[in-house]
């Protein structure tokens, strides 16, 4: 027997003096509440209600019972309460910044219908790792190895001239006629500057003759792009980034090269509210395959 239940249609039909009028109060029909009335009579061995074909009244023994009985019916409606405003209190997930706007409110949108509200925060690659660690978020999205991850994202260069072919990275090696002009650089974003995907970049260009100054971490994005924009400067990137930021992507014809990413949390059970969303809510954010 559902003893909450039952104490519920008690308060309910002694409080209107009647079974019509204390089941529709209970949204329940009359009948439910008669048998749940009948269930917690025997349940407690005793008669709760003196029944006539219009009315009830309490029994000595119902008056005796009432106030438990409220108190019961309280109790839970506190913790029913309680429980929605604990599905309502903001997740603070740290995010990439490289999360589009319009992304990032779909997923919020879709987690509400897992009963998940969530609070996004962009923060940097070493910053999401620190903000979990340090519990100023419940979970965050944090970079791994590619083998590692729940999540790949495909990461090549992107340009302003048209996409063709995969780019090689030995084609931005200068020759001696052009050693004195500018020389093409490769610009890395934060979230790139990573050891798997940073260290990689660097040793490629290295063996393929680069200059250092030609691989180089840029100090914003926005920067970054701009300086591309305005040369034949190469930007390392996913290809959802390239097409939002208006730039021609094309994979690295000497690496197969890309981020990867997974879920950190403290508490497992946080970690494991942020992995039952469906994997594609952050997967569409990340751009990841």
Partial sequence: MDVIAACKAFVAVSGHGSFTGGAAAARIPQSVASRRIAALEKHFGGQLLTRSSRTVRLTEFGREMLPSARRLVE???EMDHDAE???LRPFRLAVP???GARPLARLVAEARAHEVTLDPRPAGPDRRAELARTLEVRAAIVAVPPDE???RVPVGLAGRDDPGAAIYVETL???RAERAARRRRVLIQA?????HIRDRVRRLGHAVGLQPAQVVVADSLIAATADVLASTDLLLC???????LGLHWRP???LDLARGYDIAARSPEDGSRIRSLPPELIARCLGAV
């Fill in 191 to 195: 979230e790139d500057d990573v050891p």
């Fill in 149 to 151: 991850s729940t999540w």
């Fill in 238 to 244: 996913s290809p959802a980034q390239a097409d939002e």
């Fill in 75 to 77: 109790l839970a409606e």
């Fill in 85 to 87: 405003q604990a599905r």
């Fill in 97 to 99: 910044e490289i999360c």
């Fill in 252 to 254: 690295i014809g000497e």
């Fill in 173 to 175: 090696r200068a020759s």
